[in-house]
Nanobody, 126 residues
């Protein structure tokens, strides 16, 4: 019904930049105006909210990434992005793209999202 595929992760030195992409596909994704989000999970830690974006483009960003990360989307391309600048070693994690059918104020709660990508590894070295 919905498939999300992340790309763009890799190894970067502290202070560097990466841009993650998430391409959505499937009948459900194409027929609904889905909100999307980025979450990350570091080794030994739980899944952490990073950013979210509504269909029309309104965004939210976690305090830990404000001023450094920017989420955006291009609905014509069925793609969401996460531009990551000034990366820090503590940003190291697997980054997951997510989508949800029903909008609520709980955009930072991973249980609100119906579909998830496979994740892409981001590693920031000192």
């Amino acid at each position: 019904q919905v498939q999300l595929v992340e790309s763009g992760g890799g190894l970067v030195q502290a202070g560097g930049s990466l841009r993650l992409s998430c391409v959505g596909s499937g009948r459900t994704f194409n027929n609904y105006n889905m909100d999307m989000g980025w979450f990350r999970q570091a080794v030994g830690k739980g899944r952490e909210f990073v950013a979210a974006i509504a269909w029309a483009g309104a965004t939210r960003h976690a305090d830990s990434v404000k001023g450094r990360f920017t989420m955006s989307r291009d609905n014509a391309k069925n793609t969401a992005y996460l531009q990551m600048n000034s990366l820090k070693p503590e940003d190291t994690a697997v980054y997951y793209c997510a989508a949800r059918l029903f909008t609520s104020n709980h955009y930072g709660d991973p249980t609100q999202y119906n579909y998830w990508g496979q994740g892409t590894q981001v590693t920031v070295s000192s």
